[in-house]
């Protein structure tokens, strides 16, 4: 990627020349100044550490937000954590926070939450920007037509003490989608089939956009869902170019550009669409008519299929490695080939995660499970991404809706995600799952996860069994025949 | 990061080829919030073992190890490093290194110095003759020496540069201070900040 503006550039080669603090020489790299570092409690602590040991300022406090998500409870979240490493964790946080004069969002706050909730949520995640954050998930941010990437923790370190990091420039690859989405079928079904096509290998090295009129007809909490999960394909960052439903989402936030600095900024967020013309190094089409609501039934994101479909059979994958890696997982998931996953029971259902957290998730899930019941037997969870998302769920009823449908509602946070706080699920459980991993053990040692949309998550706690809205339809229309 | 050009100090003679990052780190110490203090943690298996090398009494306050080949093999932890620098040690002499660790020790102010393994057994018997013995790393000459020997080691030129420099990453980005702050000159007032922290400008969400 150059300064040339001759050429047509992607969106990611503009935002990359705009932020060049100096072009690398002979193989090095560039120097890439950084607009906004997002910090939790678990990747930041040695990178603070490090910063005391050198005697080092945080250059700029600024542009710099920490809020507290991985290790918190989702219950009781007056009383003191529990586990001992989750509470130093926490403790270290507020310290490092206090001590380097870093703004910190912490667990009782109203814009607590998961970090990349709360960045969109206060308006700091906006077009043209740099984000970065020590958690993968960063890549959320794209959907604001910005670069945003997770980093480790000697990066945040660095990140901390300069504001820059050297960074080599990524490929790109464009994910076209076109067409229009069926009713049930949601944002996270659009991303789960494109890392079933393209692997969670493939957009290694690439920052992937998303294009098309499937994506343009999403809205931001939609788009952040399809960025979120870049990651899961291998990708480092996810972008989709801004326009007016993000201008739309941005203004009147809280760290949202006003009067002139609003205009400036929306005349320059218009000239960031990719040209014409500008050439990615590698195209993935996808055809958002044919899209069925997807799940997955192994143990990476990109092991997924249409929900109609049946456990496929490793005897019929071509590739050895593949074929061992599906062998594996149906093992780990207790499954066999050719049975309808609609037949799949589950123990327990997650709303919830960076992926499926915002207020559209939830009320997508309410508007599935609104005056019903959910199966015997079936745990449910709702958790939203952040503290604010719970307050306006509750001004809008949703609380009420959850749990008259026999759902837990839960204070915010990754909860279920991940299996580092006391949101896990038992050895041998099943869980249908908004989430982005479903790796062995991630929502606790030895458990189960089907990641799916909130509306499959929703019609599943309904019927017990993996199911998405159109079979809660079909039912509807079986009994009013009879 | 402190700057290092020669270093003299007790050399201790491990004799083992191997050791990976597990054995110089456990994982359990990797749950620690912090990035010093790792010098408990250090060899935590083998410190059980009060014949082991590091517990002799000869060997205390050293600062040079004398490995066998493929030392820090293994998981990429930078904690292997820290782990070494907190016990005190500034130099890690090997045969062979693995990959990871010597890159994180060069960022690190670990001086990984590369000797061919006839003269590491030469410098085990130095200084196993001798026990407790001062050894010198002399990083503008490239050479270790043990009484009447010396030998040559090897380390590529960026690393050393920048050890003799004493700069880190940090500290090699900060020397483009100048092109940072010019950079933040001009950034555009839409940008985000964080702080002054502001309120909504309507109500809800
Ligand atoms: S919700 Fe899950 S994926 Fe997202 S930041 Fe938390 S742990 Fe990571």
């Not at chain 1, 040695?46 to 945080?58: E, I, K, N, S």
Request: aromatic share 6%; hydrophobic share 40%.
């Amino acid at each position: 990627m150059t300064a040339s503006s001759e050429r047509p550039r992607t969106l990611a080669e503009k935002v990359w020349d705009d932020h060049l603090v100096k072009q690398g020489e002979d193989g090095t790299p560039d120097l890439i100044y950084i607009d906004l570092h997002l910090v939790h409690e678990v990747t930041s602590p040695q990178a603070f550490d490090g910063l005391r040991m050198a005697g080092r300022p945080v250059r700029r406090p600024d542009l710099t937000i920490a809020t507290e998500d991985h290790n918190t409870p989702t219950l009781d979240i007056d009383k003191p954590i529990a586990d001992l490493t989750s509470r130093t964790q926490i403790e270290t946080l507020r310290r490092n926070a206090a001590e380097f004069g870093i703004r910190l969002h912490s667990l009782g706050d109203k814009e607590q939450g998961i970090v990349h909730v709360v960045g969109p949520q206060l308006g700091l995640t906006m077009p043209g920007i740099t984000v970065v954050c020590g958690d993968s998930h960063t890549s959320t941010h794209g959907a604001f037509g910005a670069m945003a990437f997770g980093i480790g923790t000697s990066e945040v370190e660095h990140v901390l003490a300069t504001q820059t990091l050297p960074l080599k420039p990524f490929k790109t690859m464009a994910i076209n989608v076109e067409g229009t989405l069926r009713p049930g079928v949601t944002a996270k079904d659009i991303i789960l089939a494109v890392i079933a096509k393209i692997g969670t290998g493939g957009g290694q090295g690439y920052v992937l956009e998303y294009r098309g009129s499937a994506i343009r007809a999403l809205s931001m909490d939609g788009r952040m869902t399809i960025c979120n999960m870049s990651i899961e394909a291998g990708a480092r960052a996810g972008m989709v170019a801004p326009d007016e439903t993000t201008f739309a989402y941005l203004k009147g936030r809280a760290h949202a550009p006003e009067g002139e600095d609003w205009d400036a900024a929306v005349e320059y967020w218009k000239t960031l669409p990719s040209d014409e013309g500008a050439e990615f190094d590698a195209e993935v089409f996808i055809d958002a008519d044919a899209l069925e609501p997807f799940v997955t039934w192994g143990t990476n994101p990109g092991q997924g299929v249409s929900l109609s479909d049946t456990v496929p059979d490793p005897a019929t994958i071509d590739d050895q490695h593949e074929r061992a890696a599906a062998e594996r997982a149906l093992e780990y998931m207790d499954l066999r080939p050719g049975v309808p996953l609609k037949e799949i029971k589950v123990d327990a259902v997650f709303m919830g995660s960076c992926t499926n957290s915002r207020i559209e998730d939830l009320r997508a899930f309410a508007s599935i499970v609104a005056g019903k019941r959910k199966a015997d037997g079936v745990r449910v969870m709702v958790v939203p991404g952040s503290a604010r998302v719970r307050l306006e769920a509750e001004a809008e009823g949703l609380d009420k809706v959850f749990e008259a449908f026999g759902a837990e509602w839960r204070f915010a946070g990754c909860s279920m995600c991940l299996g580092m706080n006391p949101d896990q699920l038992a050895p041998g459980e099943r869980c249908a799952s908004t989430s982005n991993r479903n790796f062995e053990g991630r929502q606790g040692k030895g458990g189960r996860t089907h990641l799916v949309s909130p509306l499959v998550a929703a019609a599943t706690a309904i019927r017990g069994t993996l199911s998405s809205p159109w079979d809660l339809e079909q039912a509807v229309t079986e009994a009013e025949a009879k | 990061m402190e700057k290092i050009s020669t270093v003299t100090g007790v050399a201790v003679p491990l004799r083992r080829s191997n050791v990976d990052t597990d054995q110089i780190i456990p994982a359990v110490f990797l749950k620690r919030v912090t990035k010093t203090g790792f010098d408990d943690a250090l060899f935590h298996g083998w410190r059980q073992d009060p014949e082991f090398i590091l517990n002799q009494p000869a060997y205390q306050g050293a600062s040079v190890l004398v490995a066998g080949p493929d030392f820090g093999t293994g998981s990429s932890r930078e904690h292997a490093v820290w782990a070494l620098r907190d016990y005190g040690f500034q130099v890690v002499i090997s045969s062979r290194f693995g990959d990871i660790f010597r890159g994180n020790a060069g960022k690190q102010g670990l001086l990984a110095a590369l000797v061919a393994y006839e003269d590491i057994e030469r410098i085990w018997e130095v200084v196993e003759a001798e026990p407790g013995m001062p050894v010198t790393v002399d990083l503008v000459e490239r050479t270790v020496s043990a009484g009447e020997l010396t030998v040559p080691f090897e380390i590529d030129d960026y690393t050393r540069w920048r050890l003799l420099e004493g700069l880190d990453d940090i500290g090699l980005t900060l020397r483009e201070e100048e092109a940072i702050a010019e950079f933040e000159q001009h950034r555009a007032a839409w940008r985000p900040t964080t702080l002054p922290i502001r309120e909504p400008a309507e109500a809800g969400n």
